[in-house]
């Protein structure tokens, strides 16, 4: 039977890949992948694929020229796009919307016969934005797409701060006034517990050294008539930070009130490179009465984008799967677009829903087969050899078990952890522990409901995200999920081995697609592949 031929972009650890390649009858000849750790994974485990690590570099042509036709390019190129413009974020563009774009770069350079293109559920809706920049000025297709005026702040108002929006105007200002970074995630930390005294202590005395050689920096400054007023407002900052460090008599809330002009302006600066960076198109300044400055842009719809540059040659199909729906022991939704060329006669349809009546597989089938097993602590312990499985042993984790058992490794427990671990049980979560096991949060009631999150076992289980940063604990044991077990949860077999730091490993886990929802598409995409 015919072999069709994948690229596999912006790939992670390698989930979509290792369905398609699980039908039989895709081959991935090419992948792209900028995360050491998840390029490391993916080589591992697809061999014979041509690996690149920047999408924004590859030559189309050239993977053409070894490779011929390619068939399929898939993958999910991640977007935050720009989104609730009037919030203040640190941040205008949380990722590069370069990225997705680089996706319809290659659809329209490879012209391959179908596509898939996966990410959340989210980005079907306007949420998910492309701020005009001035290449799309000159492009026709995007200009006659529906723009939105959106306004975004870049600095609230800051009384000592004159002139706001000369200075924001002048790019120049990035270089000559922003911190470096470590004392911008130092001074934003501090500014977090500005409610919280003793994290504030806290984080002054884990943070010293380099805070105060920071400090001095900015001490040597000259102030006098001529002096830049941002260099005044930093001066201040540093003037009342080091006298707090020295005495401890410095009034608590005026040092707070003296770092708060400081980050504002510094956050903007970083919004300003933002907009440089990205190119972004500002179409006017607006500086409001009270002295706060905001710019206006237009934006338009990520999905609308895809649809307009692609709609004309290729036929979409847009769709939500539920991975549980597939066969997965998680209730994990992905948002979907498939695209086949309008030279296919036959329709395209959805893959069809294999577990019927929500019947779906649970935690229990995907990781109780291992609950006897100890994990270990470190990612340079040796392979587990598994005995024969248990005459109980579940369809699914049949499927997934191997002889050799790789990346059973949890998280060493604190006290403190461990006294949550032990007073949760199944389906509770961090907001159902007593308050004096809340006490090392800042703010415990804004704490999402997935952290500390002891798993069910007769469900399936949430989205399954990095594990470790969320804390989930086995459903019956007091310690944090194994890299494996959530492995196991995503549908990975323990052949698929995963590389690098622990906490890399987890979060390749929690970002893949899971290989048995990505393998119901392939099956669909099959169909009319050959037709």
């Known amino acids: 039977m015919k072999q069709y031929t994948v690229v596999d972009l912006f790939a992670g650890a390698g989930g979509l890949s290792l369905g398609f390649t699980q039908t039989k009858r895709f081959e991935i000849v090419a992948a792209a992948e900028n995360n050491l750790n998840a ?9 014979n694929a041509r690996l690149y690590s920047d999408v924004r570099t590859i030559d189309y042509d050239e993977i053409k020229e070894s490779f011929g036709d390619i068939d399929v390019v898939i993958g999910g190129p991640p977007c935050q796009g720009f989104s609730n413009a009037n919030r203040q974020h640190s941040t205008i563009i949380s990722m590069n919307n370069r990225l997705v774009k680089e996706y319809v770069r290659a659809i329209c350079q490879l012209k391959p016969t179908a596509f898939v293109m996966e990410n959340v559920a989210m980005l079907r809706s306007n949420v998910h934005r492309f701020i005009v920049d001035e290449d799309d000025l000159k492009n026709d297709i995007v200009m006659g797409l529906d723009l939105s005026k959106d306004s975004i702040e870049l600095v609230p108002a800051i009384e000592k701060m004159p002139d706001i929006t000369a200075f924001a105007k002048n790019l120049d200002n990035i270089d000559s006034f922003s911190w470096d970074e470590k004392l911008f995630k130092i001074i934003t930390v501090l500014y977090r517990y500005r409610i919280n005294q003793p994290k504030f202590n806290k984080t002054i005395a884990k943070h010293k050294t380099v805070l105060v050689k920071s400090l001095k920096t900015i001490k040597e400054v000259v102030i006098n008539e001529e002096t830049p007023v941002v260099s005044q407002i930093d001066y201040n900052m540093a003037q009342l930070i080091m006298s707090y460090i020295d005495d401890n008599q410095t009034c608590f809330n005026d040092v707070i009130s003296a770092i708060e002009p400081a980050l504002f302006i510094q956050r903007m600066l970083r919004k300003m490179n933002e907009l440089r960076e990205n190119n972004i198109h500002i179409y006017n300044y607006v500086e409001s009465d009270t002295g706060a400055l905001n710019i206006e842009v237009k934006s338009y719809a990520v999905f609308d984008y895809i649809k307009g ?223």
């Not at 390029?39 to 061999?47: D, L």
């Not at 007073?423 to 804004?446: C, I, M, P, V, W």
């Open 309 to 531: 540059i692609l709609e004309s040659k290729y036929t979409l199909t847009p769709m939500t799967l539920n991975a549980a729906d597939y066969g997965a022991p998680q209730k994990r939704e992905r948002f979907v677009i498939v695209g086949v060329s309008k030279s296919i006669r036959k329709n395209y349809e959805p893959p069809k829903v294999k577990i019927k009546d929500g019947h779906y597989h649970t935690v229990r089938d995907a990781i109780e087969d291992l609950e006897s097993i100890p994990a270990y602590f470190e990612i340079d312990t040796p392979v587990i050899h598994l005995s024969s499985p248990p005459e109980n042993i579940s369809k699914l984790a049949k499927e997934l078990r191997r002889k050799l058992l790789y990346n059973h490794i949890s998280t060493a427990t604190r006290d403190t952890a461990m006294a949550r671990f032990k007073a949760l049980k199944e389906g509770q979560n961090f907001h159902d522990l007593s308050s004096e096991l809340k006490t090392t949060y800042s703010n415990a009631e804004r704490t999402q409901n997935t952290i500390y999150m002891r798993l069910v076992y007769d469900e399936p289980s949430g989205t399954v995200v990095n594990v470790r940063k969320s804390m989930w604990i086995h459903p019956t044991l007091d310690r944090a999920i194994s890299i494996r077990e959530a492995a196991r949860l995503q549908t990975f077999p323990d052949s698929f081995v995963f590389e690098g730091t622990k906490d890399a490993q987890y979060q390749q886990v929690g970002n893949a697609v899971p290989p048995f929802l990505a393998r119901a598409i392939a099956e669909s995409i099959i169909t009319v592949l050959d037709d």
């Open 39 to 47: 390029r490391k994974t993916y080589k591992r485990n697809h061999k």
